[in-house]
């Protein structure tokens, strides 16, 4: 059984088990298999708690109501992406300075990324209107 992607079987053989080559046409076609280069970091709860200054209950609590992403690791701690602070530091904000209570957070951070998106796109097509954004 060949584990790697196409064209790592090895140079110039097409040798048992090996893929047919790619034609013209699907060469634009993404690969199915993909290996990073660069491990991603990902930082404990606890970690977590010291960067954003909050206690662990309160983090445990936003990623059960799906407010922070966080996964599992071998030992089922929960590990987040390293832009988890900063994502707990929006939510502080929102709280305290909108007076926003969590299920509304969950909604103007959706809406927030939306808009984030549509500009992105907006920036992409080289299109720009003549308002500046509105962040």
Not at 30 to 45: C, D, E, N, Q, W
Not at 53 to 79: K, M, S, T, W
Not at 85 to 91: E, F, S, W
Not at 96 to 116: E, H, K, Q
Request: a positive charge; charged letters at 20%; one cysteine or more.
């Amino acid at each position: 059984m060949n584990d790697r992607p196409a064209g790592a079987a090895g140079i110039g053989g097409a040798g048992v088990g090996a893929r047919p080559a790619r034609t013209g046409a699907d060469r634009t076609a993404p690969t199915a298999v993909r290996y990073a280069l660069v491990p991603v970091p990902r930082l404990s709860l606890t970690a977590v708690a010291l960067r954003s200054g909050l206690h662990p209950d309160l983090i445990r609590r936003f990623v059960a109501l799906g407010l922070v992403d966080a996964e599992r690791d071998a030992a089922g701690r929960l590990v987040f992406d390293p832009t988890a602070p900063a994502v707990l530091a929006r939510i502080q904000r929102l709280r305290t300075g909108l007076c926003l209570n969590y299920a509304s957070i969950g909604l103007v951070l959706d809406l927030l990324d939306r808009i984030s998106l549509l500009e992105a796109a907006l920036r992409g097509r080289g299109t720009r209107s003549e308002t500046p954004p509105w962040t």
